[in-house]
């Protein structure tokens, strides 16, 4: 005889609410660096040339916001009151 689970099943957002921010700050992080990565592999215009400076400055920009958000999450996660251990009471 199977028994039957009263738990109900989980639901996708159920599942990304738990995952504690650090994580989410080191995705962003990842995220920002492959992004950069990406558009290093797109064709650039000539060196020196207006187009390119407005290309470079794009992508710093783009990875930052992302590094930075990411900081951010990390920062958050220390400062709520870090890892929750099972036995501490609040």
Same mark, same amino acid.
């Given at each position: 005889?199977?028994?039957?689970?009263?738990?109900?099943?989980?639901?996708?957002?159920?599942?990304?609410?738990?995952?504690?921010?650090?994580?989410?700050?080191? !995705?962003? #992080?990842?995220?920002? @660096?492959?992004?950069? $990565?990406?558009?290093?592999?797109?064709?650039?215009?000539?060196? %020196?040339?207006?187009?390119?400076?407005?290309?470079?400055?794009?992508?710093?920009?783009?990875?930052?916001? !992302?590094? #930075?958000?990411?900081? @951010?999450?990390?920062? $958050?996660?220390?400062?709520?009151?870090?890892?929750?251990?099972? %036995?501490?009471?609040?």
């Amino acid at each position: 005889m199977a028994k039957k689970l009263s738990k109900k099943p989980e639901t996708p957002a159920e599942r990304l609410k738990q995952i504690p921010l650090w994580q989410w700050g080191m !995705f962003l #992080i990842m995220a920002g @660096v492959a992004a950069n $990565l990406v558009m290093g592999l797109m064709p650039a215009p000539p060196a %020196g040339s207006d187009e390119a400076r407005g290309q470079a400055f794009g992508r710093i920009a783009a990875t930052l916001l !992302f590094v #930075i958000a990411g900081v @951010v999450l990390i920062i $958050l996660f220390f400062v709520r009151g870090g890892p929750k251990k099972p %036995g501490r009471l609040r």
